[in-house]
């Protein structure tokens, strides 16, 4: 089974903080994704990337930095933490893009911004 | 521009009964709908998929149904059971586009004994 592990299972942080929230997947997959759930309004794509150093922005990038230097693990980066980034944050990888190329999530890091 | 639409909000169904969750789309280009599942305190899992030349597809007590005229695409839950009680995401993408795995806002589904 595909494994993703988020290395914080829940972060306090204060405002202004610069915050790194990590991610690793075991499968080789060259796809992974960063998304922010909050209730009421779903899940919505922060920044994916496709390939080791290259990333996109998805629908709510700003500021939303990501790193990707080495193909199993993607870093996401609060640059200055702000209260409305209080949120689930979830991490995804799949191998592809095809039908048969599921997202496979983390089980989330609950972020607080204090 | 919400993309995906779905409803309703949260869900209450007796044990039995057949759980009913709706979307809709807009963009004719999608060519892909998934449904995941979430359980509380975890991430979304894939539950059952569907492409656009079939109007139904079954997996054990789940059922997507689609309707291309319509934009419109829905999941079934036959004889729900307690253990059914989840969030519930439809999405809607493109074959091929690497990223853009759009997600409606979720459906909380309580199943009581």
């Known amino acids: 089974d595909v494994k993703v592990t988020q290395s914080s299972r829940y972060l306090v942080k204060r405002t202004g903080e610069k915050v790194f929230l990590e991610c690793v997947q075991d499968m080789d997959h060259e796809n992974m994704f960063w998304y922010r759930q909050d209730p009421g309004l779903g899940l919505r794509l922060i920044y994916f990337s496709y390939d080791v150093k290259m990333k996109e922005k998805g629908d709510i990038p700003e500021g939303y930095s990501v790193s990707r230097e080495k193909k199993e693990r993607f870093s996401l980066i609060l640059e200055s933490a702000s209260t409305n980034q209080t949120s689930m944050y979830l991490c995804a990888s799949r191998s592809g893009t095809g039908y048969n190329s599921p997202l496979h999530f983390g089980n989330g890091t609950r972020l607080t911004v204090t | ?113």
């Open chain 2, 1 to 113: 521009q919400q993309q995906v639409k779905q409803s309703p909000q949260s869900l209450i169904v007796q044990k039995g009964g057949i759980s009913i969750i709706n979307c809709a789309y807009e963009n004719t280009a999608f060519d892909y709908f998934p449904w995941y599942q979430q359980f509380p305190g975890k991430g979304p899992a894939l539950l059952i998929a569907i492409r656009p030349d079939v109007s139904e597809k079954k997996e054990g007590r789940f059922t997507i149904s689609f309707n291309k005229s319509a934009k419109q695409f829905s999941l079934h839950i036959m004889d729900s059971q307690p253990g059914d009680s989840a969030t519930y995401f439809c999405a809607a993408s493109r074959i091929g586009s690497n990223y853009k795995l759009t997600f409606g806002k979720g459906t909380l589904l309580t199943v009581n004994p």
